[in-house]
């Protein structure tokens, strides 16, 4: 029986405290100076012994005196009379004051949380204090956990939902031809892209393409050339040559040449002239050799010649013809 009464007595203080919870102190003062004899909530009814920190994910409520009372701030009477965090803010710490809000790239999502989550891949957030993550709109992604933003897919990939952690490389035969592509576009004819690329490429001179979205170009067929890789391979002329792989038709050298077949021979023209040509230069030889020999005669005469010719001025020497042979005693 005792111990009823004493969980009474306990159960009518609680009742009075809490229905003055609402009341303010500045409230509570005004009163006082204007009517002395009405009995304010005071915190003599409360057994002050039993105050405690406040748990983590909750804070101190100094509106209420079952924590005003306490003798430090983040210590209530009861567990109860701590207030719990909103969603969007958190509190990791015992016995404090106030709950904080989330940072960007972070959410809570449920009251009296400790910690805040991080914003899932493909997610984000840019503003403190949120209580969810938005999804990463069509064109954009981000892998990492914790974002403050998306980033637009690069040039040549692309990603058609939403929360994407990453983009896509276009098929093979089509390209993303901006940045943040939802789709991708097919390759014009006179370009292809294979699967490992990311951007469709001309196709290479000797190759057509005229068909939209191919990942290959096709080589110019033989007897047919090629002058746009857009267009269908034409024919080659009866006089013109035209090997697999032709941007234009190869022709003899005018004159000179002809086709024969698959080759090109000369031309009777050109035979004529080859003839002539060689007359010509036979002929040449022949009369530098002549007069080479006819210059080597004239040396070889003028060798020959006395060194005093008989034709001079006679004239005499002591009385001697000076052309006079001379006598030599004893011959």
Not at 3 to 12: D, K, R, T
Not at 162 to 179: D, I, K, N, W
Request: glycine fraction near 8%; hydrophobic fraction near 30%.
């Amino acid at each position: 029986m005792e111990s009823l009464g004493v969980l009474f007595v306990l159960a009518c203080v609680l009742g009075v405290v809490m229905s003055q919870t609402t009341l303010s102190p500045a409230v509570t003062i005004t009163t006082a100076s204007v009517n002395l004899t009405t009995a304010a909530p005071s915190c003599s009814s409360l057994n002050t012994s039993t105050c405690a920190a406040c748990a983590p994910g909750s804070c101190y409520d100094n509106e209420t005196l079952l924590c005003s009372c306490c003798p430090e701030a983040g210590l209530c009477v009861l567990p109860g009379a701590c207030l719990l965090c909103v969603q969007g803010f958190y509190q990791p710490l015992a016995g404090q004051q106030s709950c904080l809000p989330c940072l960007s790239g972070f959410y809570s999502n449920s009251t009296g949380s400790p910690i805040c989550q991080p914003c899932p891949s493909g997610s984000y957030s840019n503003n403190t204090g949120s209580a969810s993550c938005a999804a990463c709109a069509p064109g954009f992604y981000t892998s990492l956990q914790n974002s403050t933003s998306c980033n637009p897919c690069p040039q040549g990939t692309y990603c058609n939902s939403s929360s994407c952690t990453q983009c896509r490389v276009c098929p093979a035969g089509s390209e993303a031809l901006g940045a943040a592509s939802k789709e991708c576009t097919p390759c014009r004819p006179g370009m292809h892209k294979p699967a490992h690329q990311t951007m469709c490429q001309i196709c290479s001179s000797g190759f057509y393409q005229i068909h939209w979205g191919q990942e290959n170009c096709d080589l110019c067929p033989e007897n047919h050339y090629c002058p746009s890789p857009d267009v269908n391979p034409i024919l080659c002329p009866t006089d013109a040559f035209c090997p697999e792989g032709s941007t234009a038709p190869g022709y003899c050298m005018e004159t000179f040449f002809r086709k024969a077949g698959e080759t090109c021979e000369l031309s009777p023209v050109t035979i004529a002239l080859l003839v002539i040509g060689g007359g010509v230069g036979l002929l040449f030889i022949i009369i530098l050799v002549l007069r080479r020999r006819r210059d080597n005669d004239s040396e070889l005469s003028l060798a020959r010649t006395p060194l005093l010719r008989k034709d001079r001025p006679p004239a005499r020497f002591y009385g001697i013809p000076r052309d006079a042979e001379p006598v030599y005693a004893g011959w």
